[in-house]
């Protein structure tokens, strides 16, 4: 069986991270097929082979283009592909193959907000709701992230597979060295610090932290507020809010970081804070465990499913109660070791290999199942 993987995203923190990961698992567990990579021409070797039959091709199209609609069908039939998994939520409308695609999420029609183009939203729900019915089988990340598709897209739940995926090797402790206290320095950490990991969009509540952070000094927590991340154009009124409530002396901005340098900052923190308001998987409560850090998380969306019993909850949309469930969990030493070691216990449920496994299981059922192209848009 030949399986194709368009990877052309596999330069995105996120979703690359994603395709990285399970791609190598795969390639490992099932070297007997032959597979066709589509990356990008600069990131033709980003893929470890493991021993399989691997043919790489640089995929020359943007994502969200016309041309991918001509490219990635031709690319197809030329190399007789068996199955096409797309890690991303796009398919090609017209696919001579059955197709597996990973919807991750569907924040933007959700969270409609946090896209600021009309014309991007209006192609996000076509696109995604095309793909949702084009793909034979749908890969999603969490139980609620399927209960939302089925929602939102109106697709047959039993199309729909929920395959949880895991934490990149990379997150682990970092010892205390002086390499990590230089490291610390040259951000601006000088004191013991909560830290938040995340892009700058309104379903993260970065603003609903801030004050929180606000009340939680109020308490008499003494800490910084480390933000790691690209902000953007969020930076600037996140400042605003910072020097309204009196805490930009308490703020530190990173700005983007690598994931080594994240892992890091995992490390050392005190907690990990994730006040997000909407997540269809939520890696960063994930990542903080796997770097031993306790977790201080919201109680909305897919983070419960997630983190399980390892976190400490509180209502986003409360600022004072998220501001306590931080002073508890950093002043109180005996819980904070209880938590870190229950962040160890629940990582055990997420694997690579469990995630590869249930893949390959949903390839095969793909490959008795052929979708019509005519009812995409019905």
Request: glycine share 6%.
């Amino acid at each position: 069986m030949k399986i194709a993987f368009d990877l052309r995203r596999i330069g995105n923190p996120g979703i690359g991270r994603y395709m990285k990961c399970l791609v190598e698992e795969i390639l490992q567990q099932e070297p007997g097929h032959d597979y066709l990579l589509i990356l990008p021409a600069d990131a033709l070797d980003t893929i470890r082979s493991n021993g399989a039959n691997v043919t790489r091709i640089p995929g020359e199209s943007r994502y969200y283009s016309i041309r991918e609609q001509v490219e990635l069908p031709r690319i197809l039939r030329e190399h007789k592909v068996d199955l096409l998994h797309s890690p991303h939520f796009l398919l090609p409308l017209s696919r001579p193959c059955p197709t597996v695609v990973t919807i991750h999420d569907v924040v933007y029609i959700a969270y409609a907000q946090d896209m600021q183009s009309r014309l991007g939203r209006l192609y996000y729900s076509v696109m995604m709701h095309a793909s949702s019915r084009l793909a034979t089988r749908i890969i999603t990340d969490s139980i609620f992230s399927k209960n939302e598709i089925v929602r939102l897209l109106g697709v047959d739940p039993g199309t729909v597979s929920v395959i949880y995926p895991a934490v990149d090797t990379a997150f682990r402790p970092v010892p205390d060295s002086s390499e990590r206290e230089a490291l610390l320095s040259e951000y601006g950490i000088d004191r013991e610090y909560i830290l938040y990991a995340g892009i700058y969009k309104g379903r993260k509540n970065h603003a609903g932290l801030l004050r929180a952070f606000q009340h939680f000094l109020a308490r008499g927590g003494e800490a910084q507020l480390v933000i790691a991340g690209p902000m953007n154009e969020g930076e600037h009124q996140l400042q605003h809010l910072a020097d309204e409530l009196r805490i930009a002396d308490h703020i530190v901005f990173t700005g983007f970081i690598t994931d080594s340098d994240l892992g890091t900052l995992y490390s050392a923190a005190r907690v990990y804070a994730c006040p997000s308001l909407y997540e269809g998987f939520g890696f960063t409560v994930l990542e903080a465990m796997a770097c031993g850090v306790p977790v201080v998380c919201s109680d909305a969306a897919s983070l419960p499913e997630v983190a399980g019993d390892a976190a400490v909850y509180a209502n986003p949309k409360n600022s004072e109660a998220f501001a306590e469930a931080l002073y508890q969990i950093f002043t109180n030493d005996d819980l904070r070791q209880e938590m870190i070691e229950r962040g160890w216990r629940n990582l055990q449920r997420f694997s690579w290999r469990q995630a590869a496994a249930r893949s390959l299981a949903a390839y095969s059922d793909a490959l008795g199942n052929a979708i019509d192209p005519a009812i995409a848009f019905t």
